[in-house]
């Protein structure tokens, strides 16, 4: 923390978790289901974005939710029923698993309405987050738990005011899949200065291959400049042409510095990613790790044989 930290410099309390997208690459799983609540193992998805969350001292938690949203709130929420039975029953094991997410944080709830883009879904927090720096986790952004990411967005957001985004390292022929940044380097090697960002650029025009993923630290500026945000790439309002306005223009509440990850991430909005995910943590779980992995070698073994 800066020194003398003062009320110019509040402490982070709050977070967003934009989850009012379709999900349609995932289709027909999220025609009535949030791709959020798709189980990564045992938990959905969206368990571990708020587990990330409270973990970095986010115990305030707005989430952004829409139409066929509700399993979202409910999971969140007590299940009298399940309770009272796994009580009857003497299941304390379960009971807790059930208990688990209700306990987890204060959660709040805003409908996005019409999904007219995350810059959009970012500015429906505006309300509640008031004049204050917050930070978003988009809902179906896995970051590892053991990777904590978040921390250090604080951490440097504290250091050097403005806003702070994530960003990782892929291959130039990855890059269209992303918002890119061009950067400057500081005096921290996993910490940059953001000069520019571009909503998922041509390879061929990409300012570098610094792609950016779902964790932010942002300014409360960013609402002003999300209001007169025109639609963008795809015709959604897009948070990456606010940050870059942000990022262009420190006297609007910049600067834009990126904090470069090096550690597992997964999309679960997209399928391979998501089995990558599934695989890997059912891998490190204690209870299902031995078993599960004795399996999947046996099963790599077979189909080596067979190519
Ligand atoms: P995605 O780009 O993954 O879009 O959104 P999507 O609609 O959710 O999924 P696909 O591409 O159709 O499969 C990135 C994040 O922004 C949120 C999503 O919920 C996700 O967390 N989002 C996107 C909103 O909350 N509102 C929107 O209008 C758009």
């Known amino acids: 923390m800066v020194a003398g930290m003062t009320q110019s410099h509040p402490r982070i309390s709050k977070a967003v978790i934009p989850a009012a997208g379709l999900g349609t690459r995932f289709l027909p799983a999220t025609k009535a289901t949030p791709k959020e609540m798709l189980p990564v193992v045992d938990k959905p998805a969206i368990q571990y974005v ?28 007590r299940n009298y029923e399940l309770e009272s039975a796994l009580g009857k029953k003497g299941d304390a094991e379960r009971l807790a698993k059930v208990q688990e997410s209700s306990d987890l944080a204060t959660m709040h709830y805003v409908r996005q309405g019409d999904p007219k883009g995350l810059g959009h879904a970012v500015l429906c927090a505006a309300p509640h987050v008031g004049r204050e720096p917050f930070a978003v986790l988009l809902g179906d952004d896995l970051i590892d738990p053991r990777d904590p990411l978040l921390q250090r967005m604080i951490k440097v957001q504290e250091q050097h ?11 130039p022929e990855q890059i269209h899949l992303y918002g890119c940044a061009a950067v400057e380097a500081t005096g921290d090697t996993d910490v940059v200065k953001v000069t520019g960002l571009v909503e998922k650029p041509d390879p061929a025009d990409a300012p570098s291959n610094y792609a950016v993923i779902g964790r932010y630290v942002l300014d409360p500026h960013i609402f002003d400049i999300l209001r007169k945000t025109e639609p963008g790439r795809g015709g959604e309002i897009q948070l990456t042409d606010a940050l870059q306005q942000l990022a ?60």
């Open 50 to 77: 708020v587990e990330e969350a409270v973990s970095a001292g986010l115990d305030d938690v707005l989430m952004i939710t829409g139409r066929n949203k509700r399993p979202l709130e409910d999971h969140f929420d």
């Open 161 to 171: 005011g403005g806003s702070v985004i994530a960003l990782m390292e892929v291959a």
């Open 248 to 307: 262009t223009d420190e006297k609007v509440g910049g600067p834009v510095h990126g904090v470069v990850f090096k550690g597992r991430r997964y999309d679960t909005g997209d399928r391979g990613d998501y089995l990558r995910a599934i695989v890997r943590l059912a891998c490190e779980r204690e209870d299902l790790g031995p078993d599960f992995r004795t399996w999947l070698r046996s099963y790599v073994a077979e189909e080596m044989q067979q190519s």
